[in-house]
């Protein structure tokens, strides 16, 4: 699993392709992917889990000059994955669970209220039907 912009916005593709290290989906691969396509503003979360899977995607996220968070251990099932972050200094914060919601919205939400209302002077997309792919020749 990756994340690509793409002309329609940001999406997650899907991969056939043999596990990584073990792990099909593998949280490295989708971190780099992140890392690669959103750079300075990417944000990595790494939270509970066994192994080491994610913590080289959550550097690469670092490396980009995005913002690392990994769980605390007190608060995971297990720490494993967290822990490796960690252990390698790719992470720059460490917060409990029940944190992260409110701090991701402290930091980086923003009062969505105003986007979703339309002023009548833009036409609605409500009931446009969108094709998701298109014909082979």
Same mark, same amino acid.
Request: proline share 6%.
């Given at each position: 699993?990756?994340?690509?912009?793409?002309?329609?916005?940001?999406?997650?593709?899907?991969?056939?392709?043999?596990?990584?290290? %073990?792990?099909? !989906?593998? &949280?490295?691969?989708?971190?780099?992917? +992140?890392a690669q396509e959103f750079? *300075?503003?990417?944000? /990595?979360?790494?939270?509970?889990?066994?192994?080491?899977?994610?913590?080289?995607?959550?550097?690469?996220?670092?490396?980009?000059?995005?913002?690392?968070?990994?769980?605390?251990?007190?608060?995971?099932?297990? %720490?494993?994955? !967290?822990? &490796?972050?960690?252990?390698?200094?790719? +992470?720059?914060?460490?917060?409990? *669970?029940?944190?992260? /919601?409110?701090?991701?919205?402290?930091?980086?939400?923003?009062?969505?209220?105003?986007?979703?209302?339309?002023?009548?002077?833009?036409?609605?997309?409500?009931?446009?039907?969108?094709?998701?792919?298109?014909?082979?020749?």
């Amino acid at each position: 699993m990756m994340v690509r912009r793409m002309p329609r916005g940001e999406m997650v593709v899907l991969s056939d392709t043999p596990p990584i290290n %073990g792990h099909r !989906p593998s &949280a490295d691969v989708l971190f780099h992917s +992140v890392a690669q396509e959103f750079g *300075l503003t990417s944000v /990595g979360i790494i939270m509970t889990g066994m192994g080491e899977d994610g913590a080289e995607g959550i550097g690469a996220i670092k490396a980009a000059g995005g913002m690392t968070i990994a769980q605390s251990e007190e608060t995971c099932v297990v %720490g494993g994955m !967290p822990r &490796a972050a960690m252990m390698k200094g790719f +992470v720059q914060k460490v917060l409990p *669970l029940d944190t992260l /919601g409110a701090h991701l919205i402290s930091q980086y939400g923003s009062d969505r209220s105003g986007s979703d209302k339309q002023d009548g002077s833009e036409k609605s997309n409500k009931g446009e039907k969108v094709p998701v792919s298109t014909p082979r020749a």
